[in-house]
């Protein structure tokens, strides 16, 4: 897994693009063509490739599949779309409509026998049979928002496989398409994995049916598996792990810039959009070079703005030195044409591009924190991440206190709450029934709860809570520096939001704590995995994963090792939802790693990438 799964991802794309020829075949890769997806396809490219990225890829139009459409002769048209009975009728129905000179079809994932039969007598009927010149089978059938990080795009699989009026049939399926969106990845990395899950739940169902496909795609492979090209080591280890192992994180409220973005923004696609004081929407996209998300996307978000304010001075720098060396009051003001009179003006003139580019990216970060600045308020969100820290030994009349603010909002007082209940072993009976009326009288819906109730219930799940970490004054004097910055680097922006005026009252909450580095359940379980020879580093409890089920796909009788290798890179995938706090928990433990001199690498992705907001309300839907 040297490639990232995005970088892996877009190569399969372009490849497509260009009607899998030779990338050295300059002709071919120079056909100009019409690209039509349905709406997972369009998920898939929106999240790695934008406009440009597809002109340079020779697409002059793309569009949807199910769109109305006019002819456009003598153009080649490349179909990225699902194998569905919909879709092949659709696609006849483009060919014998003439629609376009040629059709180049891919699938998302491996297309069924008798859709392609479907297909082949649909075509053969209307005499166009002869116009697809490709098929192909992509296995590309996830959305990859970040280099390691990808998402099934399935909704409401926790409500599917938790709420008792949901069909076997329709929990059947969501196991079928988990399934064939994990194998795609797998193929995509190009590396046989070893399967590793909990019994007992729908990780199992989930692994077991991989496990079966990938067995047939060994034999079936014209690659060779043999035994000798990889080992244990080089393989990486698939974990694969049912949501109600930990719902904590689901819930909690982040202090990290991308988890932030996701909670009190609206980011889907790798697109922000936010919303301003008239109701009035604009978008902002997170591509892949945008610099600044990349290196930023996991840093508390006090340092964000700190940060923003570093770049911000590169940026004034550079550009002083460039009016000094041309003579120019603007660098706005560099004419093209002008270009080769010194070798300054061309030196400038190359570099302004890049520039404006970086500028831009980061007007576009100082508008996306100012709204997240302004959600950190309105909501107190600082004052619920620091109760969050020490939530099992929070007092009682703090809780209470905290559930009948009036000031806070209802949907945080029930996440506030939820963590609590899961934090701690038990509530007496009249104590619990004192919160739900507190909860109650605060306008808070009681269903997530009973939701949460039966779940612990069935599965007996116990949350043990990670060793709170007490930071020292130096990290604190840094959380209380980046907010500093935020007041500078945003005041302008601030005061248009209404905002600054409160802005001491927010950095008093908060400037005495930092959140802790400890590792969440997710990311425990895996250095468990990954690491077995330090898997006891917490000695109140047995490994987490003594007992967890072993597959290997290339093996005929796959056994378990009686000492169980460490591995290098994984591969974690949740059944039920994931979400960014537990992404980027991953991604500080690899950081960790790399300073203890073991070089570790992570790809986590979920059946769908959730916020706290929307799991709240998938709950409500699974009493």
């Not at 992509?138 to 009026?165: C, I």
């Not at 997530?448 to 970490?469: G, N």
Request: aromatic share 6%; charged share 25%.
């Amino acid at each position: 897994m040297s490639s990232s799964l995005r970088d892996l991802q877009i190569s399969s794309i372009k490849r497509l693009l260009s009607l899998h020829s030779d990338s050295k075949a300059t002709v071919e890769n120079s056909i100009w063509k019409v690209l039509i997806f349905d709406s997972l396809g369009q998920d898939v490219i929106s999240s790695v490739l934008r406009v440009n990225d597809l002109r340079e890829a020779g697409v002059t139009v793309h569009m949807q599949l199910k769109a109305d459409r006019q002819p456009i002769a003598d153009v080649p048209a490349v179909y990225f779309v699902e194998p569905t009975p919909e879709n092949i009728q659709r696609i006849a129905d483009d060919l014998t409509k003439g629609l376009y000179d040629s059709a180049y079809l891919n699938f998302s994932s491996s297309i069924p026998r008798t859709l392609l039969e479907d297909l082949a007598a649909l075509t053969a009927t209307n005499g166009v049979a002869g116009n697809i010149k490709q098929v192909y089978d992509q296995s590309l059938n996830f959305v990859v928002s970040e280099p390691d990080l990808f998402s099934l795009r399935q909704k409401d699989v926790f409500h599917m496989l938790n709420a008792p009026s949901v069909a076997e049939a329709a929990v059947e399926s969501a196991i079928e398409k988990m399934v064939t969106g994990l194998f795609s990845v797998v193929v995509t990395l190009d590396n046989i994995p070893i399967i590793r899950c909990p019994g007992g739940n729908a990780a199992e169902m989930v692994a077991r049916k991989l496990d079966s496909r990938l067995r047939d795609y060994v034999l079936n492979s014209r690659q060779n598996y043999s035994a000798s090209q990889s080992t244990h080591y080089q393989r990486p280890v698939l974990v694969i792990l049912d949501r109600t192992i930990d719902l904590v994180s689901m819930v909690s409220h982040s202090w990290t810039y991308q988890a932030l973005v996701h909670d009190l923004c609206e980011l889907s696609l790798n697109r922000v959009t936010l919303t301003d004081a008239d109701e009035k929407k604009k978008s902002y996209d997170l591509d892949t070079h945008d610099f600044f998300w990349a290196s930023n996307a996991n840093t508390v978000f006090p340092s964000v703005a700190e940060n923003i304010q570093v770049e911000l001075d590169r940026f004034t720098r550079e550009k002083a030195e460039i009016t000094r060396k041309t003579g120019i009051t603007d660098i706005d003001d560099l004419d093209p044409a002008k270009a080769g009179t010194t070798l300054h003006l061309h030196a400038a003139l190359k570099a302004l591009p890049e520039m404006q580019a970086r500028k831009s990216t980061l007007d576009m970060h100082m508008t996306i924190a100012t709204a997240v600045l302004k959600g950190v308020q309105e909501r107190s969100i600082d004052k619920f991440v620091e109760s969050e820290e020490t939530i099992a030994r929070i007092p009682k009349a703090q809780l209470l206190a905290a559930i009948k603010d009036s000031e806070r909002q209802p949907q945080d007082k029930m996440r506030l709450f939820l963590i609590y209940y899961l934090s701690v072993e038990e509530i007496k009976k009249l104590e619990m029934q004192e919160y739900e009326n507190a909860l109650t009288e605060a306008g808070c819906d009681l269903s997530p709860l009973s939701a949460v109730k039966k779940v612990r219930e069935l599965t007996r799940m116990s949350i043990v809570t990670a060793p709170v970490v007490v930071q020292q004054n130096t990290a604190q004097d840094q959380l209380f520096r980046g907010f500093s910055s935020l007041k500078n680097t945003l005041g302008a922006r601030m005061q248009e939001a209404g905002i600054a005026e409160n802005f001491n009252t927010l950095i008093t909450g908060v400037k005495n704590f930092l959140p802790s580095s400890s590792n969440l359940t997710v990311t425990r379980i895996v250095e468990s995995l990954m690491n077995p020879e330090s898997s006891q580093s917490y000695t109140s409890q047995t490994s987490l994963t003594e007992d967890y089920l072993y597959f290997d796909p290339r093996a005929k009788n796959a056994q378990k090792p009686v000492r169980p290798p460490s591995f290098n890179e994984a591969v974690v995938f949740m059944v039920g939802g994931g979400n960014y706090v537990e992404y980027g928990n991953l991604l500080d433990w690899v950081e960790r790693q790399k300073v203890a001199g073991r070089t570790k690498r992570i790809v986590y992705g979920a059946s769908e990438i959730v916020s706290p907001t929307q799991f709240v309300e998938e709950l409500s839907r699974s009493q």
